[in-house]
């Protein structure tokens, strides 16, 4: 097949991730949503190392998942304590980030 | 014999060591150690002096090379010595009178817990000074300069619980630093003229270099003398320098630091030679100081104060004499040595006359003194008669050469600075008289003091009157000496050089001169204060003397001038630290804040607004990347 | 390969901050010791550079030690010490055990406040110190720009915990108003010294852009980058080299600290502890200095030449304008700072004026000031802990009572004044001959500096020490054995240098020299050449130079 169909699956994918972040407003799902976006790049990154035959995009798509699995731990265990003491998994409900 | 030269200045120099580092321990012997030190640098000096008398005038001066001290490409300073006969006659004056002075030191400060660092600081002091006439560059001499400096600081506050003395201190030390300002610009300004500074090469080839040059460095080292040796427009220090212990003031402020300046423009002399304008500096700046001097020592009233004013005009003699070149050289040196004797000796009485008093320095409060101090009275007497130039008498010979020197210098010139010298010479004889007749003769006018003590005058101890009957002895025969047969006269001028002047008056006639104005100065004080009883509080008197007593407002010029205005300098200084240079950081800071309030808005915290304007800013990147590639 | 001493030198004391920083809770005195026998140690070892540095070699650089690090970006571990970087290697080395036994009690936690265990101030004070050293160390080492700047930036960290962390106890202001005072005293000092390192973390990666481009092969590297120059490769286009400089410089200049930069030293300087305030004028100030020396002029020699008039008079501004603050100050320490912008501007002033007096003469003048400063800072500070005052008007009599202490005082002083025969009289009469052979117009108002310098060292003599003894010091203690150890050294030393510092000159001049040589530049000749004659082997020396000189 043609690797190209493999970049336009990776398009459609960071899309669907990236209008999921900006809609939802549940954690876990703009978690899933981000995660989709990362594996989109994966994907692209592995047609892309096919495309130009050398490793380095398969090595970075490595790189990410690693990556993705240690924000995974992190990002899961914040959720679950601001579940904890909101009741409630919404992201509009924190706004702690600012000063 | 070269390496004895060596030892003349680590004698001293070991003694401060020992005695400032030494403890308590050290205090019942310390002072003797300091005395003994002293002495064995006068002796050292003796034997280097008995050796130099075996060897003929050209072949008398020693070098000796220690140590290359700062060697950097071009500049090369080196611990070096050079003894020649002028640099022997100081030292023998330095560790002669100074050894005298330790001895008189032992009695007078017999009752001062702080007696061993008193010696220590002696030592100190003669260390730096014996370094300083026998340097054979100048930047080791600038050491020696500014190591007596050093030491003069450190005595002249030595009661420094008194703020006075405290204050006179500092202000002596800042003064001088003016001046020593002056010599390292001149050293400076050699090393670039010559690329060297030592003496032998500088002054070998002083006549190449270029007149400007060496008028600027001419004036650069008359600023350095005026400073260190109280000289227009630098003199206000020597005054209140006399808040220190007699011995100190006899020592340093009179008969050998602030002499140095007299050494310093001798010894530079084939500079000044070439240099016709810094003479006629140097010549202005004596003739005004032998006035000025003497003008002040007319107002005083305290007797250290008064021999003060004396000094700062005798030194004016000494410069005057230098600054005349090769004729007056031999001069400036020989009443440099007879002053040293009499001006050591009269403070030495005025110390003896304290000492009896209860520190009491108004002349005042004194009177008839010279029944209770038959010794003192001698001596500061022959000392007196020496001073005024009484025929036959060590100042005699001395300054009447110098006036004979200054009429030598010919035309108009030479009759303005004769005159002055003459006019000085009145003066002199005047406040000298005052001082004598207000201490020793009339009736007694001595009072209790504040806390009721009456004064009971006494003559002081052995080891003070010693040292005063040879400095006496000292002030009778060595005019005389050093004249019969042009003694002097003969052994320096290998080294300074000499030419007869000529006058165009006769020797005779400025002798008789000298004579009749030194008549009329003895007759007006004697007018004023031997027949009429002296007033035990101090007139109003006139708007001159109003102005003497206050040193001739030099220090309200000073304190008007440089304090008031660097006060409000450094001030303004600190309000612009603070406002502009700061300012101008932190006007940047805050403008940085302010702006980042307002950016700050875009922060609401809300996780999903970030990854809108993230979306935004990736998605116009984008835009802008596929723009550019498509133009 | 041979032994890399340079390394283990800055490795030692690096060491020594992580097991000072080891050690438990309740064990600070053993903190301190293994601090003070850590910076002996660092001591020992620089001395066995300075034994091993060869005066008479031919390269500029020796004990050398390179290794690849980051091929990519051209950066190389490159260490070497020149005659100069040796010299202040080792005054590093010399001024941190006194400085850590001068600050024996300045972290010692307070007994009532505790908040627990594990609290450990001492432990961090001592471990922060060597840090230091162990950073400036590797300053003074560093040939190649990149580990130059890595550990000049770095040093900004440890630097800003012990002004910010650790003060004099509370004085006048209470301590809440002293905390503040500090932690505003740290934030400054990092600003500025941030901001001059951003800027030249541009000129750092802007080399490196210039070298790339036209050698072909991007470096860090001083040796490679004067090589490249020496044989044509490298030709920058004098506006690019202008910039490049400009970026360096004005990092140094914030660090040294130069006019009208300075303002964050008497703030850092009169809110830290006095031993931190001699870190960081005596040790840390220095690299600003040496990196002007060794950055900016042999990386930029033109540009150097371009800018020094304006530098120079700059630093005549720092003389005049940090002695006439330094009279106006009330507080001892801030005095001491702006006492040493003054002693700053003289460096500055030795280094552009392109002599090798001059140039050898800010050498000497970074020890001697670094030696000077210290032991008056360090009296200062034990005067202060046993009053709780900076304020010079709350001092009296202080003679009377305590007459150890104002002796040591006064020889600072007299040091700091630049009395002849003490150490730092050598260095600034060779900066002001060095300037006054170039520009004589500066060098003579820059001599007015020593005249301020006398004015506000005795008059803070005069007012502390002497005069009726104030009831508040009737009880003060002269100074106790720790503090006699800390100073008399400090002093023997001054007098040494300043009687024979030869040994000092002798290393010094071939780097000088070589300095030099990369700006072209020679020293102006006398007009009227006198020849020494009693001192042949020095004519002999004069002669051959000529030779040399004509022969070029």
């Known amino acids: 097949m043609n690797p190209v169909n493999y970049l336009y699956l990776a398009a459609l994918l960071f899309t669907i991730g990236a209008a999921g972040v900006l809609i939802r407003r549940n954690a876990i799902v703009v978690f899933m949503c981000v995660e989709l976006m990362l594996n989109a790049c994966n994907l692209a990154f592995v047609a892309f190392s096919r495309l130009h035959g050398n490793l380095d995009g398969q090595i970075i798509a490595f790189f990410t998942m690693v990556v993705a699995a240690a924000e995974v731990v992190v990002g899961l265990a914040i959720i679950v304590t601001i579940f904890r003491s909101r009741h409630s998994a919404s992201v509009d409900d924190a706004s702690l980030l600012k000063l | ?631 | 390969m041979s032994f890399p001493l340079l390394t283990v030198t800055a490795a030692v004391p690096a060491l020594g901050a992580v097991a000072t920083a080891a050690v438990p809770a309740a064990r600070r005195t053993v903190a301190k010791w293994l601090a003070l026998l850590f910076s002996l140690a660092t001591l020992a070892l620089a001395a066995v550079q300075l034994a091993r540095f060869d005066t008479g070699a031919a390269g500029p650089f020796q004990l050398t030690e390179s290794h690849a690090w980051i091929k990519d970006f051209g950066v190389r571990y490159e260490l070497g010490v020149d005659g100069i970087a040796v010299v202040l290697v080792a005054l590093t080395a010399l001024l941190i055990p006194f400085v850590i036994l001068a600050g024996w009690h300045d972290a010692d936690p307070l007994e009532e406040a505790r908040p627990n265990r594990r609290w450990r101030p001492t432990q961090g004070f001592f471990a922060l110190i060597l840090l230091v050293e162990a950073m400036v160390v590797i300053s003074f080492e560093a040939t190649d720009v990149f580990v130059f700047y890595i550990f000049f930036e770095a040093m900004l960290i440890p630097m800003y915990f012990l002004i910010g962390g650790f003060g004099d106890r509370a004085g006048e202001h209470g301590e809440e108003e002293t905390a503040a005072r500090r932690s505003h005293a740290a934030v400054k000092f990092l600003l500025y010294n941030l901001a001059g390192g951003l800027i030249m973390l541009a000129a750092v990666i802007g080399l490196y852009v210039v070298t790339a481009h036209q050698t072909g092969d991007g470096t860090f590297s001083l040796q490679e980058i004067i090589r490249a120059r020496a044989d044509g490769r490298l030709d920058m286009a004098s506006s690019t080299e202008r910039l490049l400089f400009l970026g360096f410089f004005f990092a140094f200049a914030v660090k040294a600290p130069l006019w009208p930069l300075h303002t964050w030293l008497p703030n850092a300087m009169g809110e830290s502890t006095a031993p931190v305030a001699v870190l960081i004028t005596a040790v840390v100030d220095k690299v600003g200095t040496f990196a002007m020396l060794r950055f900016c002029i042999q990386l930029f020699p033109e540009a150097s030449k371009w800018a020094t008039p304006v530098i120079m008079v700059l630093a005549v501004v720092s003389i005049l304008y940090g002695a006439l603050l330094a009279v106006a100050q009330r507080d001892i320490k801030r005095l001491v700072a702006y006492a040493s912008i003054s002693h700053f501007g003289f460096i500055i002033l030795g280094i552009f004026a392109m002599t090798t007096q001059g140039q050898s003469g800010a050498t000497l003048y970074m020890v001697n000031h670094g030696i000077s400063t210290a032991a008056l800072m360090l009296v200062a500070g034990f005067l202060i802990s046993r009053r709780g005052s900076r304020l010079i008007a709350d001092y009296g009599g202080v003679q009377k009572v305590a007459p150890v202490l104002a002796g040591t005082f006064l020889v600072g002083g007299l040091a700091t004044l630049s009395l002849p025969g003490l150490a730092p009289f050598v260095s600034e009469f060779l900066v002001l001959v060095g300037t006054f052979s170039r520009y004589p117009a500066l060098g003579i108002i820059a001599t007015v500096g020593i005249v301020l310098a006398a004015l506000y060292v005795l008059v803070l003599y005069q007012r502390t020490m002497t005069g009726p003894v104030k009831a508040e010091v009737r009880a003060m203690p002269d100074l106790k054995v720790r503090e006699l150890v800390v100073v008399a050294p400090l002093i023997a030393l001054l007098v040494f240098l300043g009687v024979y510092p030869k040994p000092l000159t002798e290393i010094v001049n071939p780097a000088v020299k070589h300095t030099m040589s990369q700006v072209d530049k020679t020293d102006p000749r006398p007009d009227v050449p006198v020849r020494a004659a009693t001192d042949k082997d020095a004519s002999h020396e004069e002669a051959s130079h000529e030779e040399a000189e004509a022969a070029k």
């Open chain 2, 1 to 631: 014999m070269e390496n004895l030269i060596g030892l003349l200045v680590a004698a001293p120099l070991l003694g401060a060591a020992v005695l400032l580092c030494g403890g308590k321990r050290l205090d019942r012997v310390g002072h003797w150690l300091g005395t003994l030190l002293a002495a064995a640098s006068f002796v050292i000096g003796a034997v280097l002096f008995a050796d130099m008398l075996g060897r003929s005038g050209e072949h008398r001066a020693l070098h000796t090379h220690l140590f290359s001290w700062v060697p950097v490409g071009g500049f090369r300073a080196d611990v070096a010595f050079q003894l020649d006969q002028l640099s022997m006659t100081f030292v023998l004056l330095i560790t002669g009178v100074g050894t005298l002075i330790h001895l008189y030191s032992v009695g007078y400060m017999e009752h001062d817990e702080r007696r061993r660092r008193f010696f220590g600081y002696l030592n100190l002091f003669l260390a730096a000074m014996v370094l300083l006439v026998i340097a054979d560059n100048y930047l080791l001499l600038y050491v020696g300069w500014e190591g007596v400096g050093l030491a003069s600081y450190l005595l002249i506050g030595f009661w420094q619980h008194k703020p006075s003395a405290a204050t006179a201190a500092k202000k002596a030390f800042i003064v001088n630093r003016v001046g020593d300002m002056g010599l390292s610009i001149a050293i400076m300004l050699m090393f670039t003229t010559f690329g060297t500074f030592a003496f032998g090469p500088v002054l070998s080839s002083a006549g190449d270099a270029g007149e400007g040059k060496l008028t600027a460095i001419g004036l650069m080292l008359l600023l350095a003398a005026c400073g260190k040796s109280a000289q227009v427009p630098l003199q206000s220090w020597l005054g209140d320098a006399m808040e220190g212990p007699t011995p100190v003031s006899a020592l340093i402020h009179a008969a050998t630091m602030v002499t140095a300046g007299v050494y310093l423009i001798t010894r530079s002399g084939a500079i000044f030679n070439a240099a016709p304008d810094a003479q006629t500096a140097v010549v202005t700046v004596g003739a005004v100081t032998l006035l000025f001097g003497a003008i002040v020592g007319c107002a005083k009233d305290d007797i250290k104060k008064a021999l003060a004013g004396s000094t700062m005009s005798q030194i004016g003699y000494m410069i005057l004499a230098a600054g005349l070149g090769p004729i007056g050289y031999v001069f400036a040196i020989m009443h440099l040595v007879t002053h040293g004797f009499f001006k050591a000796g009269l403070f030495l009485g005025a110390g003896s006359v304290m000492h009896g008093m209860n520190d009491e320095v108004d002349m005042r409060k004194y009177g008839g003194l010279r029944k209770y101090m038959p010794v003192t009275f001698v001596t500061f007497g022959l000392g007196y008669l020496a001073i005024i130039g009484f025929p036959g008498l060590s100042g005699f010979f001395s300054k009447d050469k110098i006036i004979e020197a200054a009429f030598a210098k010919g035309g108009t010139e030479g009759w303005i600075l004769g005159g002055a010298a003459l006019l000085g010479a009145a003066i002199t004889a005047y406040y000298m008289t005052r001082v004598m007749l207000m201490t020793f003769f009339g009736e007694k006018r001595w009072v209790p003091d504040a806390d009721g003590n009456e004064p009971h005058p006494h003559e002081s101890p052995k080891t003070m009157t010693i040292p005063m009957i040879i400095l006496a002895l000292g002030s009778l025969g060595a005019g005389a000496v050093f004249s019969i047969n042009d003694t002097f006269l003969k052994w320096l001028e290998p080294v300074t050089g000499h030419a007869e002047g000529h006058s165009p008056v006769s020797a005779l006639t400025v002798t008789i001169a000298t004579m009749a104005v030194l008549v009329i100065g003895v007759a007006i004080a004697w007018s004023q204060y031997g027949r009429r009883p002296v007033p035990a509080v101090a007139p109003r008197g006139s708007l001159l003397t109003r102005a003497a007593r206050r040193d001739l407002l030099q220090d309200d010029f000073n304190h008007v001038v440089l304090v008031r205005g660097g006060e409000q300098l450094t001030r303004g200084l600190v309000q612009i630290d603070h406002t502009l240079v700061d300012g101008a950081v932190n006007g940047t800071a805050t403008a940085v804040g302010g702006l980042s309030g307002r950016l700050r808005r875009f922060q609401n915290g809300y996780a999903r607004s970030y990854a809108v304007s993230m979306f935004g800013g990736a998605a116009v990147l984008i835009a802008a990347t596929l723009l550019m590639r498509a133009v």
